[in-house]
Each structure stands twice: as structure tokens, then as C-alpha cells.
């Protein structure tokens, strides 16, 4: 098996993208891999790396999955087509993928997915907090892979979102829900490993709980390297 460190092609902003990334970077390396930054409008090669993480940002264009266009929202299509196609890409390739908010968001479009576009106007007993800080409890789904690498328990997290999952793409289960039920966390039920997050473990990178979220993307993008099953991989290190 390899010794180099797995390759983990990361998705941002143009706009936002220089603040997030080195988070996201130092979140890679802590878990072992290490990591690159991949824009709207600069080559983005997914065969150079062993998995990727879809980023946080701006909603997502409802033309993606039949929504209704919203004057308020703040939209990027092109960073759009960059994500939608590499998440499919990933797939083609057997190759990993962690979502974050928006990119949890791009996983479940990706494959054939919908949006809540105003997520608390459906689950108004949500608590609608926005924070980096850790202040928003989910309960994460037993029996899910989320559970295994971050513990069964409620979790706090924190929350910069308006849009949630609605209806799930295909392959795709509930891992975790907030105290609402609004969807908080979706994974993948097969190789390969796929888990997307409604919020952003990068800011908590502190948390052993976060922590091991990074380490699953990883441990599956080494063992996608490896040629070998990504899964129990995963589940290894749970």
C-alpha cells in the first residue's frame, strides 16, 4: 500500500473561498490526507486526487431541481455545473465525498435530489440559530455510518443555513436530523463512501466528535487509493 498521503480535491467559492479553504486544509491534514483547492474557471482534475469535499457557499440554483427562483438568493451557476459534475464524476470513479452545507446540499442534487428552499418556514420548530459557534442540536440516526465515526449521542453544531434536503437522491439515507426533524445529515448506503453535513465541522476542529467526519473521508479516499473497499475501511476507524 501507498504511503503517500491521500489527495483531497476541495470545492470553494471565488468569492469566499480564500477565508474557508485553509480551514477546510488544516481539517485534511489533521485527519492525515492533504489537500487543493479547486474553483469556477480553473482546471479541476478528478483523476489527480483520491476524493473530494464539496464545500460550503451560496444557495444553489433551484433550475438544478425544479424550485422556484427567490430575488434574495445569491447564486453562482458556474460553481454550480464545477460541483453537480464532479460529485457525479466521483461516483463514475469510485472515488469518496463529504458535502458541506451547500455541498451536502450538491450530494443529494447530484443524484436526483430536492431542496427545501426556505427550510425553516416548513420546520418552524426548528431552532433557527446562525452561529460558527456550536449552539444547534441534531440527533443522529442509529445504525448510520455518521453515528459510527462521530458516537451515537446528540451532537452540537453549528448553523449558517436557510436551504435543507427534501426529498433524497438516490442511494442516499437520513444520518442525522435536528431537534425540528429537519435533515441535518445524509450518507450514501453504499461504496462509494458519500456522507454530506448540514453544517460546518471545519470551524470545529477542535471537536473530536468533527474530527472523525475528516477521518472517515480520509481513511475511504486511502483505501480508493489503495484499490481496496472503502467502507470497512471506514468503519475501522470508527
Known amino acids: 500500500m501507498s504511503k503517500r498521503k491521500p489527495l483531497i480535491g476541495v470545492t470553494t467559492s471565488r ?12 481539517n485534511v491534514w489533521l485527519a492525515g490526507g492533504r489537500s487543493t483547492r479547486w474553483v469556477a474557471g480553473r482546471d479541476a482534475d478528478i ?10 457557499g ?3 440554483s433551484p433550475d438544478l431541481y425544479g424550485g422556484r427562483i427567490v430575488t434574495t438568493a445569491r447564486l453562482d451557476p458556474d460553481r454550480d455545473a464545477l460541483e453537480r459534475g464532479m460529485v457525479l464524476a466521483a461516483f463514475e470513479r469510485n472515488k469518496p465525498v463529504l458535502g ?19 427550510a425553516y ?5 426548528s431552532d433557527h440559530i446562525r452561529t460558527i459557534l456550536p449552539r444547534k442540536t441534531v440527533c443522529l440516526e442509529p445504525g448510520t455510518r455518521l ?17 435543507a434536503v427534501d426529498r433524497l437522491g438516490r442511494g442516499l439515507r437520513v444520518a442525522a436530523r435536528d431537534t425540528g426533524g429537519m435533515i441535518q445529515a445524509i450518507e ?6 458519500a456522507i454530506g453535513v448540514q453544517w460546518h465541522p471545519e470551524h470545529l476542529f477542535y471537536a473530536h466528535r468533527q474530527m472523525g467526519i475528516f477521518r472517515a473521508l480520509v481513511a475511504a479516499a486511502a483505501a480508493r487509493r ?3 473497499p472503502q467502507l470497512p475501511k471506514v468503519d475501522a476507524t470508527m
Not at 450514501?188 to 463512501?193: A, D, I, M, N
Open 15 to 26: 468569492r469566499s473561498g480564500w477565508r474557508i479553504y485553509p480551514l477546510i486544509a488544516l
Open 47 to 56: 483523476d489527480a486526487v483520491d476524493g473530494i469535499i464539496i464545500g460550503g
Open 58 to 60: 451560496d444557495d444553489i
Open 100 to 118: 458541506i452545507c451547500r455541498g451536502s446540499q450538491m450530494l443529494n442534487i447530484a443524484l436526483g435530489g430536492s431542496l427545501h428552499q426556505d
Open 121 to 125: 418556514a416548513t420546520y418552524t420548530s
Open 147 to 163: 453515528a459510527g465515526v462521530a458516537g451515537t449521542a446528540p451532537m452540537k453544531v453549528n448553523a449558517l443555513h436557510s436551504q
Open 188 to 193: 450514501r448506503v453504499s461504496e462509494p463512501f
Open 226 to 228: 489503495d484499490v481496496t
